[in-house]
């Protein structure tokens, strides 16, 4: 069988094609919360507490950091489309749990079911995308990925922005994570195919070096994944910092909730759109001077927010922060992908994976202690420094040569 199969992007493009569009749905899931949460948190349940606040996001990094990890290990064992369903199957309560908690334990749990749900559902789509267009647009074939993922939390989060300045924060605009679930998994479970066979395939030929312990190699040994590896969790870590504060800071500036809701969405749309590009980028450029450049940016950018008191000011921030992402993004998945041989391939990315979205989670505590400590500009200074900081990791650490 495997003498049929062709690896690449041209010639499994219909497969290829409905996975970009599964997981723009599994980015409207996110997009569902990104700018609601603020005002949902006080005006459903009295909650002004950063740190308090911030612990939805908290749960959601843990617990999509640990789904990453066993979709890793579990990817050859059970399959990818096995765990894409399980996914959407968790991620189907998600809405009715938001809709009627009675109090914000019930929010935590929901974003607990979120977490495990996207580390599953991404993970896989990533790893199929990987296994079906080979080595030669791997990094083309992540922008794309990611492109879709993160262009739905923009548009999900501006069109929930809207839906609660015109109709409040509950019910309405969790109607759309309902519509959002139910098609993402009928989709899956109708015309999504496994891709294991293409993983033999490139098996048959591979020649990378096999990792003697992949946990160990990707988290601290290996100086490429290593360094690929710290880059991805800062990366999430301010992140997780943005979605949790920015709307702090343009509600103290008091726009409407239609700005915040745009203002917001500029960032991750920008990050989305701009992965069209970036990944193409790092197939064909140095993928560690992207890899710099895109977080020494993002440091920039957050260094500069606390500035920032005008519409014009913080939309450039964000559309800079967003397109420092994109620089890293595509380019964190396609150098994994690049220095592991294909059958340790999904737990190495489950590994990175696992690491990177305990950065929601770090992000998330540490900026929340920070902000009710301190202010809310003393923990985007810290979350700052710290990406400037990855930066320099990036630099110095890793091996111009993959």
Request: aromatic content about 12%.
């Amino acid at each position: 069988m495997n003498g049929t199969l062709r690896l690449g992007l041209k010639e499994n493009w219909k497969q290829f094609t409905l996975l970009v569009i599964v997981n723009g749905f599994v980015g409207g899931m996110i997009g569902m919360e990104r700018t609601l949460f603020p005002q949902f948190a006080e005006q459903e349940f009295g909650i002004t507490s950063k740190t308090a606040l911030l612990s939805f996001i908290t749960a959601f990094g843990i617990s999509k950091a640990i789904a990453n990890y066993f979709t890793g290990k579990l990817a050859n064992r059970l399959g990818r489309k096995n765990l894409l369903l399980l996914g959407w199957l968790i991620a189907l309560p998600i809405p009715f749990v938001l809709i009627h908690a009675p109090n914000w334990n019930w929010v935590i749990a929901a974003n607990v079911l979120l977490g495990i749900s996207q580390g599953l559902t991404w993970s896989s789509t990533v790893v199929m995308k990987i296994d079906l267009v080979g080595e030669k647009d791997r990094g083309f074939a992540m922008g794309l990925n990611e492109f879709a993922g993160y262009f739905s939390v923009g548009l999900v989060a501006f069109l929930t922005s809207w839906i609660a300045d015109h109709y409040g924060v509950n019910p309405y605009p969790f109607y759309l994570g309902i519509f959002i679930s139910v098609v993402g998994f009928l989709l899956t479970a109708i015309w999504v195919k496994d891709t294991a066979a293409f993983v033999q395939k490139e098996t048959d030929t591979d020649t990378t070096p096999t990792l003697k312990g992949v946990f160990v190699e990707t988290s601290f040994k290996n100086k490429t994944l290593s360094s690929v590896t710290q880059a991805g969790l800062v990366n999430n870590l301010n992140d997780g910092m943005i979605w949790g504060l920015l709307p702090i800071v343009l509600l103290s500036l008091h726009f409407s909730q239609s700005s915040l809701g745009l203002l917001t969405a500029i960032y991750p749309t920008v990050w989305g759109f701009g992965q069209l590009f970036t990944g193409k980028m790092a197939d064909r450029y140095s993928k560690k001077k992207l890899l710099f450049w895109g977080m020494l940016s993002q440091g920039l950018a957050i260094l500069s927010l606390p500035f920032a008191n005008d519409w014009f000011a913080i939309a450039t921030i964000s559309a800079v922060l967003g397109w420092g992402t994109a620089l890293v993004y595509p380019t964190f998945l396609s150098t994994i992908a690049q220095a592991t041989p294909p059958k340790q391939r999904a737990e190495s990315l489950g590994v990175f994976r696992l690491w990177r979205d305990l950065g929601y989670a770090i992000g998330a505590i540490l900026s929340g202690i920070t902000a009710d400590l301190l202010g809310v500009a003393y923990a985007i200074f810290l979350i700052g420094a710290l990406t400037l900081l990855s930066s320099l990791v990036i630099k110095f650490r890793m091996p111009s040569t993959i």
